[in-house]
Every structure is written in structure tokens, then in C-alpha cells.
């Protein structure tokens, strides 16, 4: 059977790409919002963000448009030299690396523990060997990193942390959220997270200055919003203090999270009993077992961990087949695997790797080239 035939064939997911749950309340918040003739950011904007640093204990708030978006402006605001090194896992989503690159620095890939499919102590001090100037540390499917832990072994201090908290909203530690340990956190409100609206993202932190840099950065770094510049009473002027990106979140957007943000509790209760379901599960491959020890407890990650992820049980059954078929590259193999697990892939397994995308791929060369010639490149190459 062909390739293309084998997809044909495949039927519906039973887990989808993404089943949405849109709570009450917040088709009339958008219909509110239409109403008042206010739709880009404004005062809904600010409301989410208030409400939402008070669910995770953050001073401060700001809404953009993606948690990529997020990462950039966060890593912007550390005022790091051009080109500086920032540590980011490999196993991560490209726009991990396409915020590092954006803001003008250097990707430098630390290896993952194969048990929590996120980088340990050990691996980030491989990878800090020559030197890094900050690390993005990821909550990979909603797991606390050891955030202390990692920025030791990087040899950072914390106000060089930022932290990829796409998945992780609801998760804490003790009595301690994700984010209270870095100098920014940033959250998605992608279709797949805990938190839905469609798009959007935040940064939470507990430094004014970096607040504002995010706050100013997000909408072409004018000084003052359109909000701002036309309340009633207020001057229309601003200026522009910074190049910044066109990153803003709208009050449609924001008046739909602040209706599920209300629901979040009883967003992620359904998933509590599903997760302790899916640890035992193993995969076979070649005579060899694969036990799934995901969310291993760790030094600083103990039993009083909370995570939660909307997409849980999608990620453990993709984790069984990445485990099964990390060195294969065979696409039949794989969509026949799918097939019989009745399940959906965001990507293929072979390329979860941020090493193995072209695009990044091809970065590696220029940065090799760049810094020590052609030779080396083709030296490495066959090597």
C-alpha cells in the first residue's frame, strides 16, 4: 500500500487535535466586548492580566499574542550581548529556537533525559561547558523542572532563567507556582493547552522593569497604548523607546480567557485519574521494553508536585511511539502504528528533535562556517 493510501485510510483520531472545552460565559464576554466598540487591547486585556497574576502569585502580567512571542520579549529584556549563548532543550518545539534566533542570540541544544523528556543537571552542564549567558528551562507536558537545579548547573543566576511554561499553568510545587523562581515565565493559550482561547500567551515575572520592557516591546515599543493614549482625559502622544514586535493580544481574545481562566479548576479536574491510567504503559520494540517512567519525582520535584496538561494522554500515547520508532524513518511503519493506536500525531516522532529540522539544520552549518570555516563543517560532517 502506498504512503499516501495508508493516510486515506486511516480514520478519524480518537483523541483529536484538539477538543476545546469553551465554558459559559464566554460567547457573552465576546458579544460584550463587539458591543462596546473596543476590540483591539484594552480594558479586558488588563483585567486578564490582573486576574491571571493573581491565580499564579506573579506582581506582574502581560499578555501577547503566542508564548513564542513571549520567550522573544523576555529574552529581549535581559539586555544580552548580540550572538550570546542561550541553552534551550532539544526536545522542544521550534519556536523555542526561533525566539532565540529573533532576539539575536545563539541556540546551544542541551541534551533530554530520556525518562522526563527534558534536560537534567548533568546534561545542561555538558552543554555549559563553554560558557552560556541564559537558559530557557521547559515544564515539559505540564512536569516542574528543578529550575534552581538546572540554573546551578548552567552556572546562571536566576535573573537569566526564562521559563517555558506553555504547558503549565495549574502547575505548582508545594505551595510555590511555576514562574516564582525566574526572572519571566511565559504561558500559551494555544487550541492544545490548559488554558484555550485559540492564540495567545503571557509573561509573568516579578520585575518591574522587565514588565514594562514586555509591556512596551509587545506593540512596536510605543510608550503609551492606543488604550492609554485615547481614555478619556489622557494625552495622545507617545513614542517609540524600543524596536518592538507587533505582539498585543486582543480584548476579544482576552474576554475569552478570562471566562475559562474562571473555569480552569474544573477545566483540568477530568484529566487527574486519566494520567495515573497511562504510566504503566510500555512499548515493545525489538524483544526490548520501554517502560514509560515519565514524571519521575527529582530533587526539588517531589510528591508535592501538581501538573496538569490539557493534552496529556495525546502526548503519553505520542511518547509510546517515539520511544517504539526513534530511529526509524519509516512513514508507513509509523501511520500503520497510529493506525492501530486510533490516535492522532502533532509530528512525526524522528523529528521531534530540534537537531533533525531542516531549518535548524541548516542554522548549525551557518554557525559552524561562521565561526570556524567550511573545513570544519565538512570535517564534522564526516566524522
Known amino acids: 500500500m ?41 480594558p479586558e486585556v488588563e483585567e486578564f492580566e490582573r486576574e491571571l497574576a493573581a491565580r499564579v502569585q506573579a506582581p506582574f502580567a502581560i499578555a501577547v499574542s503566542s508564548c513564542t512571542s513571549a520567550i522573544e520579549l523576555a529574552l529581549r529584556s535581559l539586555d544580552l550581548p548580540p550572538g550570546a549563548k542561550v541553552l534551550c532543550p532539544t ?11 529573533h532576539a539575536g542570540l545563539t541556540p546551544v541544544l542541551v541534551d533530554s533525559d530520556p525518562h522526563t523528556l ?14 552560556a549567558d541564559a537558559m530557557i528551562v521547559l515544564h515539559f507536558a505540564g512536569n516542574p523542572a528543578p529550575v534552581r537545579e538546572l540554573a546551578a548547573a548552567a552556572a546562571l543566576p536566576l535573573t537569566r532563567i526564562v521559563e517555558d511554561a506553555a504547558h503549565a499553568l495549574g502547575t505548582r510545587t508545594g ?16 487550541a492544545t493547552k490548559n488554558l484555550p482561547i485559540g492564540e495567545g500567551g503571557m509573561v509573568t515575572t516579578s520585575d518591574h522593569a522587565l514588565a514594562d520592557f ?47 481562566l474562571r473555569s480552569l479548576q474544573r477545566l483540568l479536574l477530568p484529566l487527574a485519574g486519566v494520567r495515573e491510567r497511562i504510566r504503566p504503559a510500555q512499548v515493545t520494540r525489538h ?21 496538569h496538561r490539557d493534552a496529556f494522554v495525546r502526548r503519553s500515547l505520542e511518547i509510546n511511539v517515539v520511544h517504539a520508532y ?28 530540534i537537531r533533525r529540522l531542516q531549518m535548524f539544520i541548516q542554522l548549525a552549518i551557518e554557525l559552524i562556517c561562521c565561526k570556524h570555516g567550511p573545513a570544519r563543517f565538512l570535517q564534522l560532517r564526516h566524522s
Not at 175 to 190: K, M
Not at 326 to 353: E, I, W
Open 2 to 42: 502506498s504512503l499516501r493510501a495508508l493516510r486515506d485510510e486511516l480514520v478519524e483520531p480518537r483523541i483529536p487535535f484538539a477538543r476545546i472545552p469553551i465554558v459559559d460565559g464566554a460567547p457573552e464576554a465576546v458579544a460584550r466586548v463587539l458591543a462596546s466598540g473596543w476590540v483591539t487591547s484594552g
Open 175 to 190: 505551595d510555590r507556582h511555576v514562574g516564582a523562581d525566574s526572572a519571566a515565565a511565559c504561558f500559551s493559550f494555544y
Open 326 to 353: 526513534a530511529r526509524s524513518s519509516n512513514d508507513a511503519q509509523l501511520l500503520r502504528m497510529l493506525q492501530q493506536l486510533r490516535v492522532g500525531l502533532h509530528r512525526r516522532p524522528h523529528d521531534q528533535r
Open 118 to 131: 527534558m534536560p537534567s543537571a548533568d546534561t545542561v552542564a555538558s552543554a555549559a561547558t563553554k560558557g
Open 287 to 307: 524483544g526490548q521494553h520501554h517502560p514509560q517512567r515519565l514524571f519521575r519525582h527529582r530533587d526539588g520535584v517531589g510528591p508535592g508536585s501538581v501538573h
Open 91 to 101: 526536545m522542544t518545539f521550534a519556536g523555542v529556537v526561533h525566539a532565540i534566533t
Open 214 to 260: 514586555v509591556r512596551q516591546g509587545r506593540l512596536h515599543g510605543m510608550s503609551r497604548d492606543a488604550w492609554k493614549r485615547y481614555a478619556p482625559g489622557t494625552p495622545w502622544r507617545y513614542d517609540i523607546v524600543q524596536p518592538g514586535l507587533k505582539a498585543n493580544m486582543t480584548d476579544i481574545q482576552a474576554a475569552i480567557g478570562r471566562a475559562q
